[in-house]
């Protein structure tokens, strides 16, 4: 068996006459006619087609058609929580991976959802348990037997880095790294080299071709731009006042994940960035795709070259429990060291949370927030500068989403919330702005605007996780906030495959 296929109700191999342990309350069954019983096969049957198109939206609704018709079926909120699961959507699995596991106790694949739902949430003791359970059913089935293992090597090591980190919080990145200028640069060194006046445009379209070889920037190099970054990031605001450059434009580009070769496709359609080409990059500029190192290396560099031309917004991914999961830690340290990892921690704690460009435009990661009278004024005062844990303002505006109905909903994500079209005009005509503009969803266009035009997603990540086949996008900011909408596809990029460095427990995802 397998946790990694839809499943079919009248299946026998997904059950089990043994009742694994469940925290959630059986559920009677409610009466359903035969007509009814079919409809909710139809609907099934086309969810599961939209699903195998990676539709995940559409194969969403039509689980979501087939549960009305015939709620009593654990497979059908078991393949939705897995519709849920690759759109991202963690909170929406793991409750409906609880409703089939209410339905049926003895139904595994709603324990190996509701697992993977909790291990991307950060939430490894729950996983643990799941994963118990299924193998006190399943003792045979080795996939279970190795998803267990590897939840239980996380949970320790999480459990040793929680014991040693005060101590470990004494010395900063700075201290681990050493002293930088007395680095020796090998002679077989073949790539780009600082020099006394620091970060020249020489030096970073070098660094580019450098990397686009696949080459390492060497480590002296890599610890001064990450040290330098840090300091000038630090100085910034929680929410930068952005001005269009007169005579040119502003490009705000959403997610990039990781994806390098994307990154520099964006650069040959749109320029390089200069004093009348300004960027601002909208978070998640690491994990999933596996040249994150290169992605925000290249980006840092530029800030560095054009402080006032190059703006970043964290998102969601610039913290340690996402990075933990989704690959960037795991490259950073097979790439230079856990010292290195340690200092782009504490740069992303720095990285500023927002930006507010021509007085009207605010661009940040996630979206809005639970509270109706959130000020501009309260999140320039946001401390952010640590994690930024699982509620509150910071943390609602990395991990938010829009949503079409009015009001405010549970995200499906597990964190922060959705916010409707009333919440977005509410809080843009309070706080005198006119537009919103986030990122944080892949999109198939690479962008779409909602909520009357108020809310726009910008989604920088063609065909992101090398499977999804989506087009990314940008946005051409001018001085009179006009906004205009660029396309572009994906393009190869060397034979390293999207999460190569998240291991076997990221990849569960």
């Known amino acids: 068996m397998t946790a990694h296929v839809l499943d079919d109700p009248t299946d026998s191999q997904n059950r089990t006459a043994t009742r694994a342990s469940s925290s959630t309350d059986e559920v009677l069954p409610l009466p359903v006619s035969d007509s009814d019983k079919q409809k909710a096969e139809t609907a099934k049957e086309a969810a599961n087609k939209c699903f195998a198109a990676k539709k995940y939206d559409e194969a969403v609704e039509r689980y979501t058609e087939a549960i009305s018709h015939n709620p009593n079926v654990a497979a059908y909120y078991a393949n939705r929580a897995f519709a849920y699961i690759r759109s991202e959507f963690y909170g929406a699995a793991i409750q409906d991976a609880d409703r089939a596991i209410s339905l049926d106790p003895s139904y595994i694949k709603g324990y190996y959802r509701r697992a993977v739902g909790n291990m991307a949430l950060g939430k490894v003791k729950e996983a643990v348990k799941d994963f118990r359970a299924v193998c006190r059913v399943a003792p045979n089935d080795t996939d279970a037997r190795k998803k267990l293992s590897e939840c239980e090597k996380e949970l320790k090591r999480r459990t040793f880095e929680a014991a040693i980190a005060f101590e470990d919080r004494k010395r900063s990145a700075e201290e681990l790294i050493g002293d930088v200028e007395s680095m020796v640069v090998e002679a077989s060194y073949d790539g780009p080299r600082l020099g006394d006046e ?136 097979a790439k230079y060291s856990e010292a290195a990892f340690k200092l782009f921690s504490e740069i992303f704690n720095a990285v500023p949370i927002g930006n507010v460009v021509n007085e ?63 919440v977005t005009k509410s809080f843009l005509e309070r706080n005198g702005l006119e537009v919103l503009i986030r990122s944080h969803e892949v999109k198939q266009e690479g962008y779409q605007v909602d909520h009357d035009g108020k809310c726009i997603t910008i989604f920088s990540a063609p065909n992101y996780c090398d499977s999804v086949g989506n087009k990314g996008a940008y946005i051409h900011v001018t001085p009179d906030r006009k906004l205009t909408y660029h396309q572009f596809a994906a393009v190869e990029h060397p034979p390293v495959r999207a999460m190569q460095y998240a291991g076997m427990f990221g990849n569960m995802m």
């Not at 960027?279 to 530029?302: H, I, K, M, P």
Request: charged share 25%; net charge negative.
């Open 198 to 333: 620091g970060v020249t445009l020489e030096f970073v379209t070098q660094l580019l071709e450098h990397l686009r070889q696949q080459k390492k920037l060497h480590k002296k190099y890599l610890y001064t731009i990450l040290l330098k970054a840090k300091k000038l990031f630090e100085a910034e605001p929680p929410i930068v006042d952005v001005t269009v450059p007169s005579g040119g434009k502003l490009t705000i580009c959403g997610d990039i994940h990781g994806q390098f070769y994307d990154l520099l496709h964006v650069f040959d359609l749109n320029g390089l960035p200069s004093p009348t080409n300004a960027y601002l990059w909208n978070g998640d500029f690491v994990d999933r795709g596996s040249f994150s190192v290169e992605c925000v290396t290249t980006l840092f560099a530029f800030k560095l070259l054009y402080p006032n031309s190059i703006f970043l917004s964290r998102g969601n991914h610039e913290t340690d429990d996402m990075n933990k999961v989704y690959g960037f830690e795991g490259e950073v340290k």
């Open 360 to 422: 009207k435009i605010l661009v940040v990661h996630g979206g809005l927030f639970s509270r109706d009278d959130v000020t501009l004024d309260e999140l320039r005062q946001i401390d952010r500068f640590k994690q930024p844990g699982s509620e509150g303002l910071m943390c609602e505006l990395l991990w938010s989403d829009p949503q079409p109905l009015p009001g405010r909903s549970p995200s499906k994500r597990g964190v922060g919330i959705q916010f409707g079209p009333d």
